[in-house]
T-cell receptor, first 114, second 112 residues
């Protein structure tokens, strides 16, 4: 079956530095990708998404990069803040008609060091 | 605008007991979902409702039933709870199946 994985389960970054969280996916038919942030005791919070017809999308302090050739997704967080400490999930979806399954990775825990 | 609201937040059940997790969204979304989250497993889809009046099985439906009561509400029922159903449950909704999914705050369920 398909899998969505993360290269590093934990990541520590100095406050103010940039962070990069990586994600590999194996379903070449996936055409929609999402990054979620989950703080302790809370539900996943949508951060940013990207469709397969794009290779880069920027939000506020966050950038998602998609490399379809190697099936790799990354989330870049600029100028990290203590509030960025959380678990980050990538998710992929194959949006062909009748199959809308969203597959989640297990997550990377990002810790911002003051 | 509360988004996705689910209750209860915490629940302890004895094996064999039944209970219903309630979920409501105020975003006028058409699609609603129930996921469970277990350590090292990621979020797994239990059931979903693409639109009012329809429900479909997800990845791990065994031991659960759902009801799409109306457009706002989607409940998850455990008829006979088992320790393997100890988990964190998340309700979610989206405008449509091709749109972003928004999650509730979670329900922590322990079956002893």
């Amino acid at each position: 079956g398909e899998s969505v994985g993360l290269h590093l389960p934990t990541l520590s970054v100095q406050e103010g530095d940039n962070s990069i969280i990586n994600c590999a996916y194996s379903n070449s038919a996936s055409d929609y990708f999402i990054w979620y942030k989950q703080e302790s005791g809370k539900g996943p919070q949508f951060i940013i998404d990207i469709r397969s017809n794009m290779d880069k999308r920027q939000g506020q302090r966050v950038t998602v990069l998609l490399n379809k050739t190697v099936k790799h997704l990354s989330l870049q967080i600029a100028a990290t803040q203590p509030g960025d400490s959380a678990v980050y999930f990538c998710a992929e979806k194959e949006t062909n008609f009748g199959n809308e399954k969203l597959t989640f990775g297990t997550g990377t825990r990002l810790t911002i060091i003051p | 605008n509360a988004g996705v609201t689910q209750t209860p937040k915490f629940q302890v059940l004895k094996t064999g007991q039944s209970m219903t997790l309630q979920c409501a969204q105020d975003m006028n979304h058409n699609s609603m979902y129930w996921y469970r989250q277990d350590p090292g497993m990621g979020l797994r889809l239990i059931y979903y409702s693409a639109s009012e009046g329809t429900t479909d099985k997800g990845e791990v439906p065994n031991g659960y039933n759902v009801s799409r009561l109306n457009k706002r509400e989607f409940s998850l029922r455990l008829e006979s709870a088992a320790p393997s159903q100890t988990s964190v449950y998340f309700c979610a909704s989206s405008l449509g199946q091709r749109n972003t999914i928004y999650f509730g705050e979670g329900s922590w369920l322990t079956v002893v």
